[in-house]
T-cell receptor
């Protein structure tokens, strides 16, 4: 079993839809949780960064962390074609040299 | 803020040659830099962690003599792929951290070894 599981997709939604992306993990020691967006042939771009459980909102993006279930989510409201990318969840322990453990990434396509 | 650059963005080389990739943190001093490689439709695979002024820490299975990392300053780390072969063709991405914050990634370097 991988430490972080993420459905690779592809996920295809119509423009304007609400998108839900998820990751589950097995190690309860993870404390920091991130979502990155990666366009084709580009480096990952940090979207959301949260600590421990709870919600965080930034514009059309909402990140949720449920540590009791070892489950994190990223919601994208009013999705746009420009949101088409691969979304990677990542997490790390406190300390640990800032080393990240990544999910495999979910490929999202928002269609007109 | 937190901008990381990489150079070159793309390189094609002949088998047996060495290639150097630079990673720079442009607007902050990075305490740690990381090097990853990524194959098509796969996630990032951490190769090594590098701290300024000390030897890099390589992940299991990564040949330290093949992938030389130099971290000469708080804003620059280099990865040299020595005696490159076609199987080394990949997308190489660096990242940098600012203090205890998360990693900020560079745009990546696409290496093709013929």
């Amino acid at each position: 079993q991988k430490e972080v599981e993420q459905d690779p997709g592809p996920l295809s939604v119509p423009e304007g839809a609400i998108v839900s992306l998820n990751c589950t993990y097995s190690n309860s020691a993870f404390q920091y949780f991130m979502w990155y967006r990666q366009y084709s042939r580009k480096g990952p771009e940090l979207l959301m960064y949260t600590y421990s459980s709870g919600n965080k909102e930034d514009g059309r993006f909402t990140a949720q962390v449920d540590k009791s279930s070892k489950y994190i989510s990223l919601f994208i409201r009013d999705s746009q074609p420009s949101d088409s990318a691969t979304y990677l969840c990542a997490m790390r322990f406190t300390g640990g040299g800032n080393k990240l453990t990544f999910g495999t990434g979910t490929q999202l396509k928002v269609e007109l | 803020g937190a901008v990381v650059s990489q150079h070159p963005s793309r390189v094609i080389c002949k088998s047996g040659t060495s290639v150097k990739i630079e990673c720079r943190s442009l607007d902050f001093q990075a305490t740690t830099m990381f090097w990853y490689r990524q194959f098509p439709k796969q996630s990032l695979m951490l190769m090594a962690t590098s701290n300024e002024g000390s030897k890099a820490t390589y992940e299991q299975g990564v040949e330290k003599d093949k992938f030389l990392i130099n971290h000469a300053s708080l804003t620059l780390s280099t990865l040299t792929v020595t005696s490159a072969h076609p199987e080394d063709s990949s997308f190489y991405i660096c990242s940098a951290t600012l203090g205890a914050e998360t990693q900020y990634f560079g745009p990546g370097t696409r290496l093709l070894v013929l």
